[in-house]
């Protein structure tokens, strides 16, 4: 199975922060990595596909970036309604695989 | 818009069985490949099972595989789970999600719990 590692585990950042959160495979993906966004109650959103590829109706201060085993999502301009836990997905095989979430707090 | 709507969810005892199910609307169901999707209180996001568009290949994480059967009823637009002898680590909210350009949640339901006690 392919093993998703996200850090940091948990993440404190003020509004207007900028913040990286890396996702590493332990093994390559072939970039079929996406991100999600889940707040506390609530389903997951999809965010990110295919390592870099914004969904439809994701604002532009969200961006993926990397390939092979390593990756990032990178959250600009922070506003209170981007504090959420993170997690990264590998879809390149079965099984399908999370990261363990990253807590992103005021 | 898509919209998925689990049901099915409750108490049940270890060893006990349960059959979710997610009603599906705003889009063409028969079109894609759906996904079951699981969370324990206060844990992580745990891949649980896919199914092809006509139903003919499936897919499961091997912590389930043997007890629970995906299926789906295009004519019904409609996506199940029979969960069967199930265990206290079970217990989890059950999410029904879409999959597009393979990714695994590109649409989720609201959720259904599932608690396995005593």
């Known amino acids: 199975d392919i093993q998703m590692t996200q850090s940091p585990s948990s993440l404190s950042a003020s509004v207007g922060d900028k913040v990286t959160i890396t996702c590493r495979a332990s093994q390559g993906i072939n970039n079929y990595l996406a991100w999600f966004q889940q707040k506390p109650g609530k389903a997951p959103k999809s965010l990110i596909y295919?390592?870099?590829s914004l969904q439809t109706g994701v604002p532009s201060k969200f961006s993926g970036s990397g390939s092979g085993t390593d990756f990032t999502l990178t959250i600009s301009s922070l506003q209170p309604e981007d504090f959420a836990t993170y997690y990264c997905?590998?879809?390149?095989?079965?099984?399908?695989?999370f990261g363990q979430g990253t807590r992103l707090e005021i | 818009e898509v919209q998925l709507v689990e049901s099915g969810g409750g108490l049940v005892q270890p060893g006990g069985s349960l059959r979710l199910s997610c009603a599906a609307s705003?889009?063409?169901?028969?079109?894609?490949?759906m996904s079951w999707v699981r969370q324990a209180p206060g844990k992580g996001l745990e891949w649980v099972a896919n199914i092809k568009e006509d139903g003919s290949e499936k897919y499961y994480v091997d912590s389930v595989r043997g007890r629970f059967t995906i299926s789906r009823d295009n004519a019904k637009n409609s996506l199940y789970l029979q969960v069967n002898s199930l265990r206290a680590e079970d217990t989890a909210v059950y999410y029904c999600?879409?999959?597009?350009?393979?990714?695994?949640?590109?649409?989720w339901g609201q959720g259904t719990l599932v608690t396995v006690s005593s």
């Open positions: 997905q590998q879809y390149n095989g079965y099984p399908v695989t």
């Open positions: 705003g889009f063409t169901f028969s079109s894609y490949w």
């Open positions: 999600a879409t999959i597009r350009q393979w990714v695994v949640g590109d649409s």
């Open positions: 295919a390592a870099s």
